[in-house]
């Protein structure tokens, strides 16, 4: 069975940073290409990083120069490093395990909450 447990949610001012993680079970961390999205009150889901199984890494532009994605596939461990949040950065993030060559689903950790203040 496929768990997504992410943590490092919390409320920061606009400015400050966190760091999101995100640890997998039940498959092979290392074969599937890896993502964070959020969700903002009353606003769809949305991509904000994703990283291939080969490490290459996209940003959404809201967050180009702020955000960081990495992967490591010893420790089956997604982060997310965000710095200079801005009150907009606030949702909910989720961690997901994306479809590919080997992953035939989409599966979804249960979401970690960040607040941003001015």
């Known amino acids: 069975q496929v768990q997504l447990v992410e943590s490092g949610g919390g409320s920061v001012q606009a400015g400050g940073s966190l760091k999101l993680s995100c640890v997998a079970s039940?498959?092979?961390?290392?074969?599937?290409?890896m993502a964070w999205y959020r969700q903002a009150p009353g606003k769809e889901r949305e991509l904000v990083s994703n990283i291939s199984i080969g490490g290459i890494k996209n940003y959404a532009d809201s967050v180009k120069g702020r955000f960081t994605i990495s992967r490591d596939n010893a420790k089956n461990t997604l982060t997310l490093q965000m710095n200079s949040l801005q009150t907009e950065d606030t949702a909910v993030y989720y961690c997901?395990?994306?479809?590919?060559?080997?992953?035939?689903?989409?599966?979804w950790g249960q979401g970690t909450q960040v607040t941003v203040s001015s």
């Open positions: 997901a395990a994306e479809r590919g060559i080997y992953c035939p689903n989409i599966h």
């Open positions: 039940g498959y092979v961390f290392g074969n599937c290409p």
